[in-house]
């Protein structure tokens, strides 16, 4: 069973950072694709960054890319989202997904939040000003 498990939300100022972990388990995640969204009350989860576990390609919206990082380590099978610069209005709950079906096919959909398999429960990011 798979099981994901995320830590690292908070308060942060305006400017600060933030690195959100998510503990991954019940699986070999080698031909996973991992994924981190968020969602704002009455909003749909959006899309934030991706990673395949292999390869270690990555992919970001373009509302957080040069401010977010995913990474992954192998060994703690866990993976990262990294938040710099952050602003009151990337104050959501983080969520770790992942997608047992990647293919690394230049055309595969990994923006899309049906793709993904497995949820965790999320985290809480608040960003005051």
């Known amino acids: 069973q798979v099981q994901l498990v995320e830590s690292g939300g908070g308060l942060v100022q305006a400017g600060g950072s933030l690195r959100l972990s998510c503990a991954a388990s019940?699986?070999?995640?080698?031909?996973?694709?991992m994924g981190w969204f968020r969602q704002l009350p009455g909003k749909e989860r959006d899309f934030l960054a991706a990673?395949?576990?292999?390869?270690?390609?990555?992919y970001y919206a373009d509302s957080v890319k040069g401010r977010f990082t995913i990474s992954r380590d192998n060994a703690r099978n866990t993976v990262y989202l990294q938040m710099n610069s952050l602003k009151p209005e990337d104050t959501a709950v983080y969520y770790c997904a992942a997608d047992e079906h990647y293919s690394g096919s230049t055309y595969y959909p990994v923006r899309s939040r049906t793709r993904y398999d497995y949820w965790g429960q999320g985290t809480q990011v608040t960003v005051s000003s």
């Open positions: 019940g699986r070999t995640f080698s031909r996973y694709l």
């Open positions: 990673i395949a576990w292999s390869s270690g390609r990555t």
